[in-house]
């Protein structure tokens, strides 16, 4: 069965130095998604992305953040200088057409921040 | 905008035992529903959704839910518990589209 993957399942990095998480969605995906965890807290949406551009950001998506899709197949979440604060669960996820589909959720990217 | 809340944040439940999992939603537009499951260190998995027509849907493991529009809930049931049942599980809302707006879940434990 097709599934979402995700690299590095976790990233250990220094306050201000930037981070790349990458996804692998599932290959007739067209809609791409980055969601957040905060340890014992709710997930929470980042930004999604169809057709190569950003469709809907939350307030949590600021200019520190930036996601891309630099080939056929990789979608990447870029954190430009990270936060202690930053320290999370990254889930990504896609999605065939969302109007009918329900989006397939990655392993997710444990990342710290020290 | 959309919200979901889940009453009871820890829910136990003996093996065997209905399963019962609150979830309420606000959406000012028809909802899409769904619940997920999310086992220790793994990705959230999808157990059933709601978008449109029967109002109750059935999903994987013997799950369903029952889509009540005057109530605005969505709650997630399970005739019998089983001990491999333990996880959290997440409501989520999305209006027909883009992102999807979780709640803040549900631990389940299963007891012998």
């Known amino acids: 069965e097709p599934e979402v993957t995700q690299t590095p399942s976790h990233q250990v990095t220094q306050m201000g130095q930037e981070v790349i998480l990458r996804c692998v969605p599932i290959?007739?995906?067209?809609?791409f998604y980055w969601y957040r965890q905060i340890l014992g807290q709710k997930v929470e949406f980042l930004v999604s992305?169809?057709?190569?551009?950003?469709?809907?950001k939350s307030e949590i998506f600021d200019d520190q953040f930036s996601v891309e899709r630099p080939d056929g197949s990789n979608f990447t979440l870029k954190i430009r200088s990270t936060k202690l604060e930053d320290s999370a669960m990254y889930f990504c996820?896609?999605?065939?057409?969302?109007?009918?589909?329900?989006?397939?959720f990655g392993p997710g990217t444990r990342l710290t921040v020290l | 905008a959309q919200s979901v809340t889940q009453l009871g944040s820890h829910v136990s439940v003996s093996e065997g035992a209905l399963v019962l999992l609150r979830c309420n939603y606000s959406?000012?537009?028809?909802?899409?529903l769904f619940w997920y499951v999310q086992y220790p260190n793994q990705g959230l998995q999808l157990l059933l959704k709601?978008?449109?027509?029967?109002?109750l849907v059935k999903g994987i493991n013997g799950f369903e839910a029952e889509f009540k529009k005057s109530e605005t809930s969505f709650h997630l049931t399970k005739p019998s518990a089983h001990m491999s049942d333990a996880a959290e599980y997440f409501c989520a809302v999305s209006s027909g589209g883009n992102k999807l707006t979780f709640g803040t879940g549900t631990q389940l434990k299963v007891e012998l």
């Open positions: 709601y978008t449109t027509g029967a109002t």
């Open positions: 959406s000012s537009v028809p909802p899409y």
């Open positions: 290959s007739n995906h067209l809609y």
């Open positions: 996820a896609s999605s065939e057409n969302p109007l009918v589909n329900e989006q397939f």
């Open positions: 992305f169809y057709n190569n551009e950003i469709s809907e």
